[in-house]
């Protein structure tokens, strides 16, 4: 493998494919490829992961988000060494006998390669698009190398679940927070749940008991405490701001699946727990229930490629969570 990489090569063999694929091309009859990008996706993964289905993961993000991808796999300790290949992501789109086709790049590094990524990969991003940088391998965050490849970034995109140590995962989002857009998979996967509360307090009765609040709690079980905090902080945020100031908690519970969240106040008791694919919001006696699916990669990158610019409400509730959840031990 070469311990170097050019981007002017890279680029070469990208305009080569392009040719290559638009030999066939038959204007009057509507055939050919049509060449889409919308930005420029980064993507951190380990060597070890399936590479199958992040494929398909990849594959299923391209006709709504068209992106040049560049793929970094990485091998972990070793020899400093790099390598690289180009190819295509094409689909055709239902009526249709154009193809609209993506450009991925797959570049494999050795952690001690790390450093000379930003040089190969800065040169390979599209022009007056945004970069996306997706880091599925959360054990670079600290990492001198990885702070150079997040600058080159307009937003860096995580799963702080997925750290074993949750006060330094928050730290470390709140830490690239100063310098970049951030958005954070633990957060993401709240959506439904948020949207849930949401609709419990949406009548003009529940909505004045808001203030009345006095108990906040969430219960979470294993990869999950970071979501409980972010939970908590959003929660908190929400009633503080109707005149509440309710004792907030978030505590683990070994057999819990996920998340489950209970309010107390003057006449009031509401709990939103999941069971198997239901979310279930039972406010005092009486409760109703709404699909969910646990969220796929898919789902979660499609909803944070959506968020270029920074989200207000994400900010605030990683705040709060820095303010509540317990220091690191």
Not at 42 to 66: C, I, K, Q, R, Y
Not at 134 to 146: I, K, Y
Not at 172 to 183: F, P, Q
């Amino acid at each position: 493998m070469a311990a170097v990489l050019s981007p002017e090569r890279i680029l070469r063999e990208l305009a080569d494919l392009w040719a290559s694929s638009s030999q066939g091309e038959h204007p009057e009859t509507g055939d050919g490829v049509l060449r889409a990008c919308s930005m420029t996706l980064v993507v951190l993964a380990e060597a070890s992961e399936d590479a199958s289905m992040l494929g398909e993961t990849l594959a299923a993000l391209m006709p709504e988000h068209p992106a040049r991808v560049i793929l970094i796999r990485l091998t972990g300790p070793g020899e400093r060494a790099l390598s690289d290949r180009v190819y295509q992501q094409c689909w055709k789109p239902f009526g249709q006998r154009r193809q609209i086709c993506c450009e991925q790049i797959e570049i494999t590094a050795s952690d001690a390669a790390l450093g000379d990524l930003p040089p190969v990969v800065l040169p390979l991003a599209v022009s007056d698009v945004p970069v996306i940088l997706w880091c599925r391998a959360t054990r670079l965050l600290g990492m001198p190398e990885f702070d150079e490849i997040a600058a080159m970034a307009t937003k860096t995109v995580l799963d702080s679940g997925a750290m074993a140590d949750a006060r330094g995962a928050l730290d470390s989002v709140a830490e690239l927070a100063h310098t970049c857009v951030i958005g954070d998979l633990a957060w993401t996967r709240l959506t439904r749940w948020r949207e849930m509360l949401a609709q419990v307090f949406g009548n003009r009765q529940r909505l004045e008991q808001i203030g009345g609040i006095s108990h906040v709690h969430v219960a979470f079980g294993p990869s999950y405490e970071t979501g409980a905090w972010y939970l908590a902080a959003w929660v908190n945020d929400a009633v503080n701001s109707a005149g509440a100031r309710p004792q907030v908690t978030a505590a683990p519970e070994g057999n819990l699946p996920s998340i489950r969240l209970e309010l107390e106040g003057e006449g009031l008791r509401v709990r939103l727990v999941r069971h198997g694919e239901t979310l279930i919001a039972t406010v005092n006696e009486l409760s109703q229930c709404t699909n969910l699916t646990p969220p796929s990669d898919y789902l979660l990158m499609h909803e944070e490629l959506r968020i270029v610019s920074r989200d207000g409400v994400f900010e605030r509730a990683l705040a709060g969570a820095l303010r509540m959840a317990p220091p690191a031990v």
